[in-house]
Each structure stands twice: as C-alpha cells, then as structure tokens.
C-alpha cells in the first residue's frame, strides 16, 4: 500500500472519529470530517502548505457548527451544561461548611470547597449549616447572599 497524503489524512480521520466514541462531545468527529474533507486536497495533488490551510479553514467551520449546531441534538433535555463559575450554580442554595484544616467558612460547589463572602455585609465567616443563596464567583471566592441563620445539624449538606 502507498502512504501517500491523502491516505494520511484518512487514517488521521479515522482515528479522530474513533476517538469521538469515548469523548461524546462532537468536537473530534468534527475535525475527522475536517481531516477527510482535507484528504480530498491532497489527492488532488495541492501541498502540504495547501493541505494545512484546508485543515485549518476547515476545523474553524466544522468545530463550532458541531458544539452550536449539532451537540445540542444528542444532549438529554433538561440539562443545564456548563463548568463550575459559568454561572450554572447562580440563585441555588447551599449550606456551609467549616474546613478541617484551618476553619475557614464555604461552601462546596460540585465537589469543590469555595471560600464564601456575603454580599451585603463583607462577612466571611458564618457557622456551619448556614443557608446561603450563591451569586457569583469573584476569583475563587464564592460571592452568597445570606438565606437564614439556620445551624441545624441535620443540614450539613452543602449541594441542594
């Protein structure tokens, strides 16, 4: 069999979408489309430099039509995407925490232990099991407006 380009590209091609399977985010099966769609230059006989730029022009279309386009066709109904900060979590209601280590008050926050600040009084330090409303993120400080004072004991919980 002769390697050439084209039969490179192809086999990139190949790869990316099978890669796609375990990934599930649609943006691998957008560059194999974009590696195929360049296979087809280099069997035309175009360069390298020519090749490169397709792949280039081709992921800059392909990718974002594939996480704006056709992503949403594939994910559950319901489901509110997005990271920690993103502003996902906003108006939800937690309960805090104090940290082993050093007692420091926050909240957790898909696993994750934030510092928390009120946002009326500047207040950092609340007691364990205190409702809070999150807001915002300002850095890696979780910014709450205050709930109630409710210290229960049966409301350790910090995610809703």
Excluded: C
Aim: glycine share 14%.
């Amino acid at each position: 069999m002769d390697w050439n380009p084209a039969v490179i590209w192809l086999a990139l091609a190949l790869l990316l979408g099978l890669a796609e399977l375990v990934s599930g985010g649609m943006v691998l099966l957008a560059l194999a489309f974009a590696a195929g769609l360049t296979a087809t230059i280099a069997w035309l006989g175009l360069g390298l430099s020519w090749q490169l730029l397709g792949m280039g022009v081709f992921s800059g279309v392909l990718v974002p039509l594939a996480i704006r386009v056709i992503r949403p066709w594939f994910s559950p109904r319901g489901v509110a995407y997005g990271t920690t900060g993103t502003g996902v979590e906003k108006g939800r209601i937690f309960t805090t925490l104090k940290r082993d280590f050093d007692g420091a008050t926050g909240i957790k926050v898909n696993g994750d232990f934030f510092r928390i600040r009120v946002t009326d009084t500047g207040e950092i330090d609340l007691p364990a099991g205190t409702r809070v409303t999150f807001l915002s993120f300002d850095g890696t400080t979780a910014i709450v407006g205050q709930t109630s004072r409710n210290t229960d004991a049966t409301s350790r919980h910090s995610e809703p």
